[in-house]
Protein backbone atom coordinates (compact mmCIF):
# COMPACT_ATOMS: atom_id res chain seq x y z
CA UNK A 1 0.00 0.00 0.00
CA UNK A 2 0.59 3.65 -0.62
CA UNK A 3 0.96 5.81 2.58
CA UNK A 4 1.21 9.73 3.21
CA UNK A 5 2.85 11.31 6.46
CA UNK A 6 1.63 14.73 6.41
CA UNK A 7 4.62 17.10 8.35
CA UNK A 8 7.79 17.66 8.16
CA UNK A 9 9.55 17.37 12.10
CA UNK A 10 11.07 14.70 14.49
CA UNK A 11 7.33 13.58 14.92
CA UNK A 12 7.15 12.91 11.56
CA UNK A 13 10.67 10.98 10.85
CA UNK A 14 9.35 8.42 13.50
CA UNK A 15 6.64 8.10 12.23
CA UNK A 16 7.79 7.08 8.37
CA UNK A 17 10.89 5.05 9.77
CA UNK A 18 8.55 3.15 11.55
CA UNK A 19 6.03 2.86 9.20
CA UNK A 20 8.48 2.15 6.45
CA UNK A 21 8.71 -1.55 8.76
CA UNK A 22 5.47 -2.33 7.82
CA UNK A 23 5.91 -5.79 5.54
CA UNK A 24 2.24 -3.85 3.77
CA UNK A 25 3.56 -0.81 2.58
CA UNK A 26 5.55 -0.18 -0.64
CA UNK A 27 5.59 3.60 -0.82
CA UNK A 28 5.92 6.73 1.57
CA UNK A 29 5.26 9.78 0.37
CA UNK A 30 5.94 13.02 3.41
CA UNK A 31 4.65 16.45 2.78
CA UNK A 32 6.49 18.00 2.97
CA UNK A 33 9.23 16.04 5.38
CA UNK A 34 12.92 17.20 5.66
CA UNK A 35 16.52 16.13 4.66
CA UNK A 36 16.33 12.98 7.05
CA UNK A 37 12.78 11.89 5.91
CA UNK A 38 13.98 12.18 2.22
CA UNK A 39 16.28 9.26 3.08
CA UNK A 40 13.10 7.09 3.88
CA UNK A 41 10.03 8.54 1.66
CA UNK A 42 9.48 10.17 -1.12
CA UNK A 43 9.47 13.90 0.16
CA UNK A 44 6.15 16.04 -2.18
CA UNK A 45 6.66 19.97 -1.43
CA UNK A 46 3.26 20.70 -0.57
CA UNK A 47 2.76 22.15 3.11
CA UNK A 48 1.07 20.80 6.14
CA UNK A 49 -1.42 23.24 5.67
CA UNK A 50 -2.41 23.24 2.13
CA UNK A 51 -5.16 20.76 2.18
CA UNK A 52 -6.23 20.93 -1.03
CA UNK A 53 -2.66 20.51 -2.00
CA UNK A 54 -2.79 17.34 -0.22
CA UNK A 55 -5.93 16.19 -1.14
CA UNK A 56 -5.29 16.24 -4.88
CA UNK A 57 -1.49 14.84 -4.14
CA UNK A 58 -3.71 11.89 -2.81
CA UNK A 59 -6.69 11.51 -4.96
CA UNK A 60 -3.92 11.52 -7.66
CA UNK A 61 -1.51 8.92 -6.25
CA UNK A 62 -4.36 6.98 -4.86
CA UNK A 63 -2.63 6.95 -1.26
CA UNK A 64 -4.54 4.28 0.41
CA UNK A 65 -3.70 5.48 4.28
CA UNK A 66 -3.03 9.44 4.97
CA UNK A 67 -1.15 10.10 8.32
CA UNK A 68 -1.22 13.30 9.76
CA UNK A 69 1.13 14.57 12.11
CA UNK A 70 0.52 18.27 13.36
CA UNK A 71 -2.75 19.64 14.91
CA UNK A 72 -2.88 22.60 12.52
CA UNK A 73 -4.31 20.50 9.69
CA UNK A 74 -6.45 18.45 12.07
CA UNK A 75 -7.92 21.94 13.41
CA UNK A 76 -8.68 22.83 9.69
CA UNK A 77 -10.60 19.61 8.80
CA UNK A 78 -8.32 17.62 6.52
CA UNK A 79 -9.92 14.66 7.93
CA UNK A 80 -13.02 15.88 6.99
CA UNK A 81 -11.98 16.80 3.76
CA UNK A 82 -9.98 13.57 2.68
CA UNK A 83 -13.09 11.14 3.95
CA UNK A 84 -15.42 13.17 1.72
CA UNK A 85 -13.24 12.14 -1.07
CA UNK A 86 -13.41 8.89 -0.11
CA UNK A 87 -9.96 8.29 1.38
CA UNK A 88 -8.62 6.87 4.11
CA UNK A 89 -6.98 8.94 6.82
CA UNK A 90 -5.44 8.37 10.43
CA UNK A 91 -6.56 11.48 12.77
CA UNK A 92 -9.59 12.97 14.03
CA UNK A 93 -12.24 15.14 12.12
CA UNK A 94 -12.37 19.51 12.77
CA UNK A 95 -15.13 18.79 15.22
CA UNK A 96 -12.94 16.34 17.34
CA UNK A 97 -9.94 18.43 17.18
CA UNK A 98 -11.41 21.40 18.83
CA UNK A 99 -10.63 19.00 21.71
CA UNK A 100 -6.92 20.97 20.89
CA UNK A 101 -8.05 24.02 18.99
CA UNK A 102 -9.98 25.40 21.53
CA UNK A 103 -8.95 25.35 25.01
CA UNK A 104 -12.60 26.57 26.54
CA UNK A 105 -14.22 23.51 24.00
CA UNK A 106 -11.71 21.25 26.33
CA UNK A 107 -12.47 23.03 29.43
CA UNK A 108 -16.08 23.08 29.37
CA UNK A 109 -16.09 19.11 28.25
CA UNK A 110 -14.06 18.12 31.22
CA UNK A 111 -16.55 20.07 33.33
CA UNK A 112 -19.18 18.02 31.56
CA UNK A 113 -17.50 14.74 31.79
CA UNK A 114 -15.81 14.69 35.28
CA UNK A 115 -13.06 14.63 33.91
CA UNK A 116 -9.88 15.74 36.51
CA UNK A 117 -8.35 18.88 35.56
CA UNK A 118 -7.36 22.50 36.93
CA UNK A 119 -10.20 24.67 37.55
CA UNK A 120 -9.96 27.86 35.23
CA UNK A 121 -12.75 31.04 34.23
CA UNK A 122 -13.22 32.00 31.05
CA UNK A 123 -12.78 35.65 29.62
CA UNK A 124 -13.74 37.53 26.27
CA UNK A 125 -13.01 41.08 27.47
CA UNK A 126 -9.37 42.00 28.91
CA UNK A 127 -10.57 43.95 31.66
CA UNK A 128 -12.59 41.24 33.67
CA UNK A 129 -9.85 39.07 33.19
CA UNK A 130 -7.22 41.20 34.90
CA UNK A 131 -10.03 42.23 37.13
CA UNK A 132 -9.92 38.91 38.40
CA UNK A 133 -6.81 38.02 38.48
CA UNK A 134 -6.14 40.88 40.30
CA UNK A 135 -9.39 39.25 42.76
CA UNK A 136 -7.65 36.17 42.93
CA UNK A 137 -3.62 37.97 44.16
CA UNK A 138 -1.38 34.97 43.45
CA UNK A 139 -0.51 33.11 41.04
CA UNK A 140 -2.13 31.40 37.91
CA UNK A 141 -1.61 30.37 34.05
CA UNK A 142 -2.86 32.09 31.66
CA UNK A 143 -4.05 31.02 28.16
CA UNK A 144 -5.24 31.80 24.59
CA UNK A 145 -7.77 29.68 23.71
CA UNK A 146 -7.34 28.82 20.19
CA UNK A 147 -3.84 26.96 18.94
CA UNK A 148 -0.75 29.35 18.94
CA UNK A 149 2.08 26.82 18.28
CA UNK A 150 2.46 25.94 21.77
CA UNK A 151 3.40 29.07 22.87
CA UNK A 152 -0.50 30.61 24.27
CA UNK A 153 0.57 29.40 28.04
CA UNK A 154 1.71 31.52 30.61
CA UNK A 155 2.46 30.11 34.16
CA UNK A 156 2.43 33.75 36.03
CA UNK A 157 3.65 34.26 39.51
CA UNK A 158 2.16 37.24 40.08
CA UNK A 159 -1.49 39.16 39.40
CA UNK A 160 1.18 41.59 37.15
CA UNK A 161 2.27 39.14 35.58
CA UNK A 162 -1.08 37.69 34.49
CA UNK A 163 -2.25 40.81 33.67
CA UNK A 164 0.27 41.51 31.05
CA UNK A 165 -0.02 38.08 29.76
CA UNK A 166 -3.71 39.14 29.05
CA UNK A 167 -2.51 42.23 27.74
CA UNK A 168 -0.03 40.55 25.09
CA UNK A 169 -2.50 37.80 24.12
CA UNK A 170 -6.11 39.88 24.23
CA UNK A 171 -5.08 43.44 23.64
CA UNK A 172 -1.96 43.31 21.25
CA UNK A 173 -2.83 39.83 20.01
CA UNK A 174 0.10 38.72 19.76
CA UNK A 175 -1.54 34.91 18.82
CA UNK A 176 -4.37 36.59 16.72
CA UNK A 177 -7.82 35.38 16.75
CA UNK A 178 -6.76 32.78 18.91
CA UNK A 179 -6.30 35.07 21.73
CA UNK A 180 -10.17 36.59 21.51
CA UNK A 181 -10.94 34.44 24.25
CA UNK A 182 -8.56 33.31 27.28
CA UNK A 183 -8.26 30.59 30.19
CA UNK A 184 -7.26 31.70 33.37
CA UNK A 185 -6.30 29.09 35.66
CA UNK A 186 -5.23 27.46 39.17
CA UNK A 187 -1.54 26.93 38.89
CA UNK A 188 -1.15 23.17 40.02
CA UNK A 189 1.99 21.97 41.37
CA UNK A 190 3.32 18.07 40.73
CA UNK A 191 5.22 16.29 37.95
CA UNK A 192 4.11 16.30 34.69
CA UNK A 193 3.77 13.44 32.35
CA UNK A 194 2.11 12.69 28.47
CA UNK A 195 -0.07 9.63 28.62
CA UNK A 196 -1.35 9.02 24.47
CA UNK A 197 -3.53 6.55 23.38
CA UNK A 198 -5.27 5.32 20.17
CA UNK A 199 -8.98 5.42 19.76
CA UNK A 200 -11.40 4.32 17.40
CA UNK A 201 -14.31 6.38 19.28
CA UNK A 202 -14.91 3.55 21.17
CA UNK A 203 -11.91 1.82 22.45
CA UNK A 204 -9.12 3.52 24.04
CA UNK A 205 -5.71 1.67 23.88
CA UNK A 206 -3.20 3.62 25.84
CA UNK A 207 0.64 4.01 24.96
CA UNK A 208 3.18 3.51 27.62
CA UNK A 209 3.51 6.75 29.57
CA UNK A 210 6.04 9.17 28.61
CA UNK A 211 7.39 12.26 30.04
CA UNK A 212 8.43 15.24 27.61
CA UNK A 213 11.30 17.98 29.14
CA UNK A 214 9.75 21.58 28.10
CA UNK A 215 12.12 24.07 29.32
CA UNK A 216 15.36 24.75 27.23
CA UNK A 217 17.34 24.47 30.15
CA UNK A 218 18.61 21.53 32.28
CA UNK A 219 16.53 21.58 35.73
CA UNK A 220 13.39 22.66 33.97
CA UNK A 221 14.85 26.36 34.02
CA UNK A 222 14.44 28.98 31.18
CA UNK A 223 11.68 29.49 28.66
CA UNK A 224 9.44 26.62 27.35
CA UNK A 225 10.06 24.80 24.36
CA UNK A 226 8.22 22.71 21.82
CA UNK A 227 10.49 20.02 23.94
CA UNK A 228 14.19 19.51 24.54
CA UNK A 229 13.38 15.41 24.64
CA UNK A 230 11.50 12.64 25.82
CA UNK A 231 11.69 9.05 27.33
CA UNK A 232 9.16 6.43 28.24
CA UNK A 233 8.15 4.65 30.05
CA UNK A 234 7.91 6.88 32.76
CA UNK A 235 7.78 5.15 36.03
CA UNK A 236 5.70 8.63 37.81
CA UNK A 237 3.12 6.75 36.14
CA UNK A 238 2.60 3.74 37.98
CA UNK A 239 0.10 0.80 36.49
CA UNK A 240 -2.54 1.98 39.07
CA UNK A 241 -2.03 5.67 37.80
CA UNK A 242 -1.98 4.71 34.03
CA UNK A 243 -5.27 2.36 34.87
CA UNK A 244 -7.30 5.55 36.83
CA UNK A 245 -5.60 7.82 33.62
CA UNK A 246 -7.24 5.65 31.12
CA UNK A 247 -10.98 5.45 33.01
CA UNK A 248 -11.06 9.16 34.39
CA UNK A 249 -9.63 10.65 31.43
CA UNK A 250 -9.09 9.46 28.07
CA UNK A 251 -12.51 7.28 27.70
CA UNK A 252 -14.31 10.06 29.39
CA UNK A 253 -13.15 12.00 26.97
CA UNK A 254 -13.48 9.78 23.94
CA UNK A 255 -16.96 8.60 25.46
CA UNK A 256 -18.63 12.10 26.33
CA UNK A 257 -17.77 13.08 22.27
CA UNK A 258 -19.18 10.43 21.55
CA UNK A 259 -22.51 10.83 23.46
CA UNK A 260 -23.03 14.63 21.64
CA UNK A 261 -22.16 12.98 18.25
CA UNK A 262 -18.77 12.73 17.44
CA UNK A 263 -16.45 10.13 16.96
CA UNK A 264 -12.96 10.45 17.95
CA UNK A 265 -10.42 8.40 16.25
CA UNK A 266 -6.83 8.68 16.20
CA UNK A 267 -4.13 9.63 19.03
CA UNK A 268 -5.74 11.35 22.43
CA UNK A 269 -3.01 12.89 23.86
CA UNK A 270 -3.27 14.27 27.71
CA UNK A 271 -0.88 16.27 29.33
CA UNK A 272 -0.95 16.15 32.85
CA UNK A 273 -0.08 17.56 36.19
CA UNK A 274 0.74 14.67 38.52
CA UNK A 275 -0.76 16.27 41.84
CA UNK A 276 -1.08 15.40 45.43
CA UNK A 277 -4.77 14.87 44.63
CA UNK A 278 -3.98 12.78 41.23
CA UNK A 279 -3.29 13.27 38.15
CA UNK A 280 -4.78 16.69 36.37
CA UNK A 281 -5.42 17.09 32.42
CA UNK A 282 -3.32 20.39 31.91
CA UNK A 283 -4.30 20.23 28.16
CA UNK A 284 -6.12 17.69 25.64
CA UNK A 285 -3.48 17.23 22.07
CA UNK A 286 -5.44 15.38 19.32
CA UNK A 287 -2.19 14.30 18.01
CA UNK A 288 1.05 12.30 18.90
CA UNK A 289 3.41 14.28 20.40
CA UNK A 290 7.26 15.54 20.03
CA UNK A 291 9.52 14.68 20.95
CA UNK A 292 7.18 11.87 22.71
CA UNK A 293 6.43 10.07 19.32
CA UNK A 294 9.86 9.34 18.94
CA UNK A 295 10.99 7.11 21.97
CA UNK A 296 7.31 5.68 22.03
CA UNK A 297 7.62 5.06 18.24
CA UNK A 298 11.35 3.44 18.97
CA UNK A 299 9.84 1.11 21.71
CA UNK A 300 6.32 0.08 19.73
CA UNK A 301 7.06 -3.59 18.22
CA UNK A 302 3.50 -4.07 16.65
CA UNK A 303 2.98 -2.89 12.90
CA UNK A 304 1.77 0.47 13.16
CA UNK A 305 0.21 0.40 10.13
CA UNK A 306 -1.94 -2.67 11.16
CA UNK A 307 -2.95 -0.98 14.33
CA UNK A 308 -3.38 2.38 12.77
CA UNK A 309 -6.05 0.46 10.18
CA UNK A 310 -7.91 -0.79 12.87
CA UNK A 311 -8.47 2.52 14.44
CA UNK A 312 -9.63 3.95 10.84
CA UNK A 313 -11.98 0.94 11.08
CA UNK A 314 -13.30 1.17 14.04
CA UNK A 315 -12.21 -2.23 15.10
CA UNK A 316 -9.46 -1.49 18.36
CA UNK A 317 -11.41 -3.46 20.79
CA UNK A 318 -9.15 -6.90 20.84
CA UNK A 319 -5.60 -5.24 19.79
CA UNK A 320 -3.18 -5.43 21.88
CA UNK A 321 -0.26 -3.65 21.45
CA UNK A 322 3.22 -5.66 21.50
CA UNK A 323 6.66 -3.01 23.30
CA UNK A 324 10.65 -3.60 22.69
CA UNK A 325 11.71 -4.44 26.45
CA UNK A 326 13.33 -1.68 28.14
CA UNK A 327 13.20 1.81 28.00
CA UNK A 328 14.14 4.75 25.34
CA UNK A 329 15.73 7.88 24.99
CA UNK A 330 15.17 10.88 22.89
CA UNK A 331 17.64 14.14 23.64
CA UNK A 332 16.61 17.11 21.44
CA UNK A 333 19.45 18.88 19.47
CA UNK A 334 18.64 22.24 18.72
CA UNK A 335 19.85 25.33 16.85
CA UNK A 336 21.37 28.14 18.19
CA UNK A 337 19.04 31.03 19.29
CA UNK A 338 15.98 28.37 19.90
CA UNK A 339 13.30 28.87 20.91
CA UNK A 340 13.84 32.06 20.02
CA UNK A 341 14.99 33.22 16.25
CA UNK A 342 17.57 30.56 15.13
CA UNK A 343 20.37 30.37 12.79
CA UNK A 344 20.35 28.40 9.81
CA UNK A 345 22.37 26.59 7.47
CA UNK A 346 24.93 25.57 9.82
CA UNK A 347 26.91 22.58 8.74
CA UNK A 348 25.69 19.04 10.35
CA UNK A 349 28.55 16.34 11.14
CA UNK A 350 28.69 12.95 12.57
CA UNK A 351 25.62 11.49 11.39
CA UNK A 352 27.58 8.65 9.54
CA UNK A 353 28.39 5.98 11.70
CA UNK A 354 26.39 5.84 14.86
CA UNK A 355 25.85 2.91 17.28
CA UNK A 356 23.45 0.22 16.99
CA UNK A 357 20.05 0.68 18.80
CA UNK A 358 20.57 4.48 18.65
CA UNK A 359 18.24 6.37 15.33
CA UNK A 360 18.72 10.08 14.86
CA UNK A 361 15.25 11.36 13.52
CA UNK A 362 15.33 14.55 11.46
CA UNK A 363 13.41 17.63 12.69
CA UNK A 364 14.76 21.08 11.28
CA UNK A 365 17.04 19.80 8.35
CA UNK A 366 18.22 20.53 4.82
CA UNK A 367 20.34 19.36 2.22
CA UNK A 368 23.01 21.84 0.93
CA UNK A 369 26.12 20.95 -1.16
CA UNK A 370 25.18 16.86 -0.25
CA UNK A 371 25.35 18.29 3.14
CA UNK A 372 23.00 18.16 6.09
CA UNK A 373 22.31 21.79 7.83
CA UNK A 374 20.71 23.07 10.10
CA UNK A 375 17.53 24.55 8.99
CA UNK A 376 14.62 24.69 12.19
CA UNK A 377 14.59 25.42 16.16
CA UNK A 378 14.51 21.71 17.02
CA UNK A 379 17.44 19.86 14.25
CA UNK A 380 17.50 16.44 15.79
CA UNK A 381 16.07 14.16 18.09
CA UNK A 382 18.60 11.41 18.85
CA UNK A 383 16.82 8.24 20.43
CA UNK A 384 18.31 5.34 21.80
CA UNK A 385 16.50 2.24 23.44
CA UNK A 386 18.26 0.00 26.50
CA UNK A 387 17.67 -2.13 28.91
CA UNK A 388 16.21 0.22 31.18
CA UNK A 389 16.21 3.99 31.21
CA UNK A 390 19.94 4.44 32.67
CA UNK A 391 20.97 2.17 29.70
CA UNK A 392 19.02 3.78 27.00
CA UNK A 393 20.10 7.70 28.73
CA UNK A 394 23.88 6.56 28.22
CA UNK A 395 23.44 5.38 24.63
CA UNK A 396 22.05 8.62 23.38
CA UNK A 397 24.29 10.89 25.01
CA UNK A 398 27.23 8.58 23.52
CA UNK A 399 25.54 9.17 20.39
CA UNK A 400 25.10 12.63 21.34
CA UNK A 401 28.57 13.29 21.55
CA UNK A 402 29.32 12.26 18.47
CA UNK A 403 27.59 14.76 16.63
CA UNK A 404 28.23 18.42 16.46
CA UNK A 405 27.27 21.48 13.99
CA UNK A 406 27.84 25.61 15.28
CA UNK A 407 25.96 26.53 17.77
CA UNK A 408 24.73 23.30 18.78
CA UNK A 409 23.02 23.26 21.97
CA UNK A 410 20.74 20.55 24.13
CA UNK A 411 19.84 19.35 27.87
CA UNK A 412 22.05 17.31 29.74
CA UNK A 413 19.54 16.10 32.08
CA UNK A 414 16.64 13.84 29.61
CA UNK A 415 15.42 11.30 31.33
CA UNK A 416 16.80 12.32 34.84
CA UNK A 417 13.57 12.56 36.98
CA UNK A 418 13.15 8.24 35.96
CA UNK A 419 16.29 7.40 37.82
CA UNK A 420 15.73 10.09 40.74
CA UNK A 421 12.16 7.96 41.02
CA UNK A 422 14.27 4.42 40.99
CA UNK A 423 16.72 5.96 43.58
CA UNK A 424 13.66 6.98 45.72
CA UNK A 425 11.61 4.04 45.18
CA UNK A 426 14.98 1.87 46.14
CA UNK A 427 14.91 4.09 49.52
CA UNK A 428 11.60 2.97 50.72
CA UNK A 429 11.90 -0.25 49.55
CA UNK A 430 14.65 -0.11 52.08
CA UNK A 431 12.48 1.46 55.23
CA UNK A 432 10.36 -1.40 54.49
P1 LIG B 1 -0.01 23.40 27.88
O1 LIG B 1 0.44 23.87 26.51
O2 LIG B 1 -1.42 23.72 28.22
O3 LIG B 1 0.41 21.99 28.17
O4 LIG B 1 0.89 24.23 28.89
C1 LIG B 1 2.28 24.32 28.71
C2 LIG B 1 2.95 24.14 30.04
O5 LIG B 1 2.46 25.10 30.98
C3 LIG B 1 2.66 22.80 30.69
O6 LIG B 1 3.50 21.81 30.22
C4 LIG B 1 2.88 23.12 32.14
O7 LIG B 1 4.26 23.12 32.44
C5 LIG B 1 2.38 24.53 32.26
N1 LIG B 1 0.98 24.57 32.74
C6 LIG B 1 -0.15 24.56 31.99
N2 LIG B 1 -1.25 24.60 32.78
C7 LIG B 1 -0.81 24.65 34.04
C8 LIG B 1 -1.46 24.70 35.34
N3 LIG B 1 -2.78 24.75 35.46
N4 LIG B 1 -0.67 24.73 36.43
C9 LIG B 1 0.69 24.71 36.33
N5 LIG B 1 1.35 24.67 35.16
C10 LIG B 1 0.62 24.63 34.03
N1 LIG C 1 5.70 17.65 23.33
C1 LIG C 1 4.53 18.42 23.50
C2 LIG C 1 3.64 18.45 22.35
O1 LIG C 1 3.82 17.73 21.40
O2 LIG C 1 2.69 19.21 22.37
Sequence with gaps: MKVLVVGGGGREHALVWKIAQSPRVKKIFCAPGNAGIAQQAACV????DDLDGLLAFARAEAVDLTVVGPEAPLAAGIVDAFEAAGLRVFGPRREAARLEASKVFAKELMLRYGIPTARAAVFDSPETAKEYV??????????????????????????????AAIAEIMEAKIFGPAGARVLVEERLSGEEAS?????????????????????????DRGPNTGGMGAYAPAP?????LLRQI?????????????????????????????????????EFNVRFGDPEAQP???????????????????????????????????????AAGYPGSCRKGDVISG????????????????????????????????????????????????????ISFAGMHYRRDIGQKALKKEVRSQESEGRR
Excluded at 236 to 240: E, H
Design 246 to 282: ESEILTRAVRGLKEEGVTYKGVLYAGLMLTGEGPRVL
Design 296 to 334: LLYLLASDLVETMEAVVEERLAGVRLAWHPGAAVCVVLA
Design 351 to 402: LEELPPEVTVFHAGTALADGKFVTAGGRVLGVTARGADVRAAIERAYAAVGQ
Design 134 to 163: RRCGGPCVVKADGLAAGKGVVVADSPAEAE
Design 236 to 240: AVTPD
Design 195 to 219: VLALTDGETVLPLLPAQDHKPVFDG
Design 45 to 48: GIKA
